[in-house]
């Protein structure tokens, strides 16, 4: 299978410590891909990195669907990427439902002007996210974790082959943590699209991902099956706190406190 | 208020806002109902029947002149420098994702007004003074972004508080420039900062601020979509495909364009550009597919209120029409600062 972004010998680094060195990885259709790391180690900018959005695009060679990322046309590769950021502005008050709609921009024409199946897909988008009775209100009336919800709502109006999540479960509830969790695993599994999020929980990334990038700071990453990845030692190392893993009904878990 | 928020809401219309029937049919009573006051309200009120009449080229000649030669070119000024305003408010407040933006508060005005007003005191023929302005207040945009840049990372709030600094060192700068002015021209100079459409300063500048207006909501209007986009921020445009640095510098250009326009005609008419848009998003959203023209027509046919109670207020004398607009402005502003809670206008 080709994979949908391939990543060769890329060097980052953050204004105060190297992020990776020389990494390289081939993200397939059907995997969904955590990264895990301490705060501020570089989760975000590396994901933003992958989306094209850094200022200084970086020297090694980043490939979606084989070709290189500069080469392609914005709005194209739009239609095959889409990033979720953490900090959203909330902009001037468009509604629940115009928000999500702005995920279809890259699908319409130069004036915008949305057909029946755009609105059916934001529609869609809006209830899995469970915004669907909400979707005349200002989108700055929402809570943060509604606001969260629509920035979700929004990337899957999009409807790209592959998703950069940066901590899309961020200020959920427990309900929608899982519901999202588990209808990005199924976009993987049923609709073969890529997923790779930015996430804090070792148990939500040992339940719902199938590979991980563990970034330790200082350059040192660990690439790899989340289950071999994704021990209470590594995890130990990676927090600077101790973790241990225990069963449970559903799996294993990883405790911290 | 909703009992059950997943049943009747379910079925409720996707876009919450008036049909674009009824946004049309209302626009246009608005634009015709501002006209009509607009000619018939001055330092003589003409009833309608003589109105019309004056309009068929009939009846007295007298009233015949004040109509053709004062009321309509009057009247399309004002149209054209409000709705230069609140289009370039609208464009202003999109760029910065400031709901506070607008010329006048962030400078932009005071840049067109400096360089007009220094080229008027050294007698510069009247194209240069307009160019001299628009040169103003683009060189007041990029100062004001530099100005940002230099001090930190560009945000909105920083970008708003740098804007704010730089109206007032510029307004000192017009006080200044002011002093200095020779007194017989100093009662124009000042009538005209005031923000009137009095003191225009001829035919050819009127004539283009019209065409100006018209051309710049078409030449933007398919960027519209792009605009709402830019709306979640530069990051998210670019991630949704939008190429924002050219969207922003053509955005800036005619929003620069727009403000010196409007400052070469009337000076400094303030809250316009802060006013009307928000009225705007209060009635039909913050699409930019119709923000942008109905601001445009909702800010000329403001203006043309405004100014049709200017000059019949205390006739035969004429006020200032920023004085006015400020007079509805302020607690029309306070008024949207009131409702910000509910409908999350001014929330940031």
């Known amino acids: 299978m080709n994979p949908v972004l391939e990543v060769a010998h890329l060097d980052l680094a953050s204004p105060h410590d190297t992020i990776c060195r020389n990494l390289s990885l081939r993200i397939l259709p059907g995997e969904v891909w955590g990264i895990l790391g301490p705060n501020g180690v570089g989760k975000s900018t590396l994901l933003k ?38 900090d959203n502005e909330p902009g001037l008050p468009l509604t629940v439902f115009e928000t999500a709609l702005l995920g279809r921009h890259p699908h319409l024409g130069l004036w915008g002007r949305p057909h029946y199946a755009d609105l059916r897909r934001t529609l869609a988008a809006l209830r899995i996210t469970g915004l669907n009775g909400q979707r005349q209100n200002p989108s700055q009336a929402l809570s943060a974790g509604e606001s969260q919800r629509l920035a979700v709502a929004l990337i899957l109006a999009q409807d790209p082959a592959l998703y950069l999540l940066d901590e899309p479960t961020t200020q959920l509830d427990l309900h929608y943590q899982r519901r999202l969790f588990e209808h990005f695993v199924a976009l993987a599994r049923w609709h073969h699209k890529a997923v790779v999020m930015a996430l804090h929980d070792p148990t939500a990334a040992i339940r719902f991902t199938t590979r991980v990038l563990l970034l330790f700071g200082g350059g040192r990453i660990l690439l790899g099956e989340s289950r071999s990845c994704l021990t209470p030692d590594h995890l130990t190392t990676l927090y600077g706190t101790p973790v241990v893993a225990a069963d449970s009904p559903r799996g294993l878990v990883f405790d911290v406190f | 208020m909703e009992v059950n928020p997943s049943g009747d809401r379910e079925r409720s219309p996707l876009f ?35 109105l019309l009449e004056a309009l068929n080229h009939r ?11 004062l009321r309509i070119p009057r009247m399309l000024l004002a149209f054209s420098v409000g709705g230069l305003l609140a289009l370039s408010g609208a464009l202003l407040q999109v760029l910065l994702r400031n709901p506070l933006a607008d010329p006048y508060v962030l400078g932009v005005s005071g840049g067109a007004a400096v360089a007009a007003l220094l080229s008027f005191m050294t007698g510069l023929p009247l194209y240069w003074v307009m160019g001299n302005a628009f040169l103003g207040a683009a060189l007041a945009t990029a100062l004001l972004l530099f100005l940002t840049r230099l001090t930190g990372p560009i945000t909105p709030v920083r970008l708003l508080l740098t804007g704010i600094i730089m109206a ?28 009137s459409l009095a003191y225009s300063p001829g035919t050819v500048a009127a004539g283009m601020s019209l065409p100006v207006l018209i051309a710049a909501i078409l030449a933007l209007w398919p960027f519209a979509g792009e605009l709402n986009v830019l709306l979640r921020g530069v990051e998210t445009a670019q991630s949704l495909g939008v190429h924002t640095g050219r969207l922003t510098l053509g955005v800036y250009l005619f929003a620069s364009l727009c403000t010196a326009l409007a400052v070469t005609q009337a000076g400094m008419i303030g809250f316009v550009g802060l006013i009307v848009p928000h009225l705007v998003r209060m009635t039909v959203g913050a699409d930019h597919r119709k923000l942008l023209p109905l601001a445009g027509l909702w800010g000329g046919s403001l203006l043309v209120a405004a100014d049709a109670l200017a000059r019949s207020l205390l006739a035969p004398r004429q006020l200032p029409v920023g004085v006015l607009t400020a007079f509805l402005g302020v607690p029309l502003f306070l008024l949207l600062l009131a409702r910000s809670n509910r409908t999350g206008i001014l929330r940031s």
């Open chain 2, 16 to 50: 919450a806002h008036p049909p674009l029937s009824l946004l049309i049919a209302g626009t246009a009573c608005i634009v015709a109902g501002s006209c009509v006051a607009g000619l018939m309200l001055g330092g003589v009120a003409l009833p309608l029947p003589t």
């Open chain 1, 49 to 86: 990195t992958l989306a094209g959005l850094s200022r200084r695009p970086p020297a090694a060679s980043i490939r979606l669907d084989g070709q290189p990322l500069e080469h392609w046309p914005r709005r194209a590769r739009a239609r095959r990427m889409a990033i979720l950021l953490q």
């Open chain 2, 59 to 69: 009846g007295p000649a007298v009233i015949q002149t004040i109509v053709w030669r």
């Open chain 2, 168 to 195: 007032s060192g510029l307004s000192a700068v017009v006080t200044l420039l002011l002093a200095l002015s020779p007194e017989p021209t100093l009662h124009t100079l000042l009538f005209w900062l005031m923000g």
